[in-house]
């Protein structure tokens, strides 16, 4: 997500700063090209009309003196300029020195052309306006043979021209912050609907199936809101409902279970009396029965958690002589080593814990191998490790999911499958959590973590 913000707030800022740029160059481009226009007809109108007034007089041929004179006379009505008149072979007569933009191209148009004929030119990185003209004698109208330039600086110009840039460069990185920011502000506003969708997606998958959304406009992002809203309605529907069927099929089987498991019972203890092959599934029956209780009795726990119907009755427990009631209660004591010292006292529930080691514990005895150990690490940390080859690396993110199964091929199994996610059911209802993996050579281990005080 904040990968999109920010290349959210890069086009943003990308587009502006383009925008800026486009504009500032089409207002440099415009205010240039106006201000240089606005220069060269000031300067060449004012300079036909004084030729057109020192030339009015003049006569012909002219003197080097007049020469002189007609060229110190254009001048003076331009800052920083330079007068030059040409007749015949006289060579250039300058009202200064500065005679160096006058190119011989512009020279062979006004002979060429006699007509008025300007342009811009750079000498030594200087900028001019370079304009020349033909003298027309007053009387016939033709060509004098004497032709008038002027050298006009562009410097005040060129300064004008860099103000515009720096202008325009200036103008330009407030545009750009500001778009930083409205990217930001606008980025915000487009993902923050989808930061909310992405933690409803992630509530309604960890089983938070109440989780809504409040749908805000009509846009795209509404509808689906929207759509989000009507499918977490239909999954919680159908998953209540299914939840509702397992809860209600689990109760409907226990009663009619617990008299068929004593009635086993009851064939088992007189199979001895019968004949054949009788014994032998008096006591299948017995034992199939027992495994149907189980799991029934495994999906009315399961059923409950997902109803939220459970809860801690919590005591002062020894977690050492905790470890050791589970272990006796199923006659476990003998395969399992355990290292852990007395006095560690927690808050947690009894009952509920000793279902989680019988779990955990069982789990290890029936899949792993030989010694078992349940050991006290760190604060509340209770590691069982077994000595079996591990738990498949396939299998391993998967192994606290319901109906999960130590050996996937097999089409029945001693367990429901249920028993390694009611175990983090009941770690989690106490604050804490559970961890699976294989240690190197030496079998799976499962690390039980527990807080020390519930609040």
Same mark, same amino acid.
């Not at 057109?52 to 003049?58: K, P």
């Not at 020469?67 to 007749?87: E, K, R, S």
């Not at 000498?123 to 016939?140: A, I, M």
């Given at each position: 997500?904040?990968?999109?913000?920010?290349?959210?707030?890069?086009?943003?800022?990308?587009?502006?700063?383009? +925008?800026?740029?486009?504009?500032?160059?089409?207002?440099?481009?415009?205010?240039?090209?106006?201000?240089?226009?606005?220069?060269?007809?000031?300067?060449? $109108?004012?300079?036909?009309?004084?030729? /057109?007034?020192?030339?009015? $007089?003049?006569?012909?041929? #002219?003197?080097?003196?007049?020469?002189?004179?007609?060229?110190?006379?254009?001048? #003076?009505?331009?800052?920083?300029?330079?007068?030059?008149?040409?007749?015949?072979?006289?060579?250039?007569?300058?009202?200064?020195?500065?005679?160096?933009?006058?190119?011989?191209?512009?020279?062979?148009?006004?002979?060429?052309?006699?007509?008025?004929?300007?342009?811009?030119?750079?000498?030594?990185?200087?900028?001019?306006?370079?304009?020349?003209?033909?003298?027309?004698?007053?009387?016939?109208?033709?060509? /004098?043979?004497?032709?008038?330039?002027?050298?006009?600086?562009?410097?005040?110009?060129?300064?004008?021209?860099?103000?515009?840039?720096?202008?325009?460069?200036?103008?330009?990185?407030?545009?750009?912050?500001?778009?930083?920011?409205?990217?930001?502000?606008?980025?915000?506003?487009?993902?923050?609907?989808?930061?909310?969708?992405?933690?409803?997606?992630?509530?309604?998958?960890?089983?938070?199936?109440?989780?809504?959304?409040?749908?805000?406009?009509?846009?795209?992002?509404?509808?689906?809101?929207?759509?989000? $809203?009507?499918?977490?309605?239909?999954?919680?529907?159908?998953?209540?409902? *299914?939840?509702?069927?397992? *809860?209600?099929? /689990?109760?409907?089987?226990?009663?009619?279970?617990?008299?068929?498991?004593?009635?086993?019972?009851?064939?088992?203890?007189?199979?001895?009396?019968?004949?054949?092959?009788?014994?032998?599934?008096?006591?299948?029956?017995?034992?199939?029965?027992?495994?149907?209780?189980?799991?029934?009795?495994?999906?009315?726990?399961?059923?409950?958690?997902?109803?939220?119907?459970?809860?801690?009755?919590?005591?002062?427990?020894?977690?050492?002589?905790?470890?050791?009631?589970?272990?006796?209660?199923?006659?476990?004591?003998?395969?399992?080593?355990?290292?852990?010292?007395?006095?560690?006292?927690?808050?947690?529930?009894?009952?509920?814990?000793?279902?989680?080691?019988? $779990?955990?514990?069982?789990?290890?005895?029936?899949?792993?191998?030989?010694?078992?150990?349940?050991?006290?690490?760190?604060?509340?940390?209770?590691?069982?490790?077994?000595?079996?080859?591990?738990?498949?690396?396939?299998?391993?993110?998967?192994?606290?999911?319901?109906?999960?199964?130590?050996?996937?091929?097999?089409?029945? +199994?001693?367990? +429901?499958?249920?028993?390694?996610?009611?175990?983090?059911?009941?770690?989690?209802?106490?604050?804490?959590?559970?961890?699976?993996?294989?240690?190197?050579?030496?079998?799976?281990?499962?690390?039980?973590?527990? #807080?020390?005080?519930?609040?």
């Amino acid at each position: 997500m904040r990968g999109l913000r920010a290349r959210l707030v890069v086009v943003f800022a990308v587009l502006a700063g383009l +925008s800026a740029l486009t504009a500032a160059g089409l207002v440099y481009k415009q205010a240039r090209d106006l201000m240089l226009t606005r220069t060269e007809w000031s300067v060449v $109108n004012e300079f036909r009309l004084r030729v /057109s007034t020192l030339t009015e $007089n003049m006569q012909h041929p #002219p003197s080097r003196a007049a020469l002189q004179q007609l060229a110190n006379g254009v001048a #003076p009505a331009f800052l920083d300029a330079t007068g030059v008149a040409v007749y015949g072979d006289s060579g250039l007569i300058a009202s200064g020195d500065g005679t160096a933009p006058l190119g011989p191209d512009l020279r062979r148009r006004v002979t060429a052309e006699q007509r008025l004929v300007y342009q811009r030119v750079v000498h030594d990185g200087d900028p001019y306006l370079v304009v020349g003209t033909p003298v027309l004698l007053r009387r016939e109208g033709t060509p /004098s043979g004497v032709e008038v330039y002027l050298i006009s600086s562009l410097h005040a110009e060129a300064a004008d021209q860099e103000a515009l840039v720096a202008a325009a460069r200036n103008g330009v990185l407030p545009v750009l912050l500001l778009a930083v920011l409205f990217a930001l502000v606008a980025a915000g506003g487009v993902l923050r609907p989808v930061r909310d969708l992405d933690r409803a997606a992630r509530r309604l998958g960890a089983g938070e199936l109440d989780t809504r959304l409040k749908a805000t406009g009509r846009d795209e992002l509404a509808r689906l809101v929207q759509t989000f $809203n009507a499918t977490a309605a239909a999954l919680e529907t159908s998953v209540g409902n *299914a939840r509702r069927f397992v *809860a209600d099929v /689990s109760h409907e089987l226990r009663t009619p279970l617990a008299s068929i498991l004593a009635m086993a019972d009851v064939i088992e203890e007189e199979a001895g009396r019968l004949d054949g092959d009788l014994p032998e599934a008096a006591r299948l029956l017995n034992l199939e029965v027992g495994r149907l209780v189980k799991l029934v009795e495994d999906l009315m726990e399961i059923s409950r958690f997902d109803a939220g119907a459970v809860g801690l009755v919590v005591d002062d427990v020894d977690v050492a002589e905790a470890v050791a009631a589970s272990l006796r209660t199923r006659g476990w004591t003998s395969d399992v080593t355990v290292d852990i010292d007395p006095g560690v006292r927690i808050g947690l529930d009894p009952r509920r814990f000793d279902v989680i080691m019988a $779990n955990l514990v069982g789990n290890a005895l029936k899949h792993g191998a030989k010694p078992v150990t349940v050991a006290l690490t760190g604060d509340v940390v209770i590691e069982v490790a077994d000595s079996g080859p591990g738990i498949a690396p396939d299998l391993l993110p998967h192994v606290f999911d319901r109906f999960s199964k130590a050996d996937a091929a097999r089409t029945r +199994s001693d367990g +429901s499958g249920l028993g390694l996610a009611i175990a983090l059911e009941n770690a989690r209802l106490h604050g804490g959590d559970i961890e699976a993996g294989n240690r190197p050579g030496s079998g799976a281990v499962f690390r039980l973590t527990l #807080p020390r005080n519930l609040s």
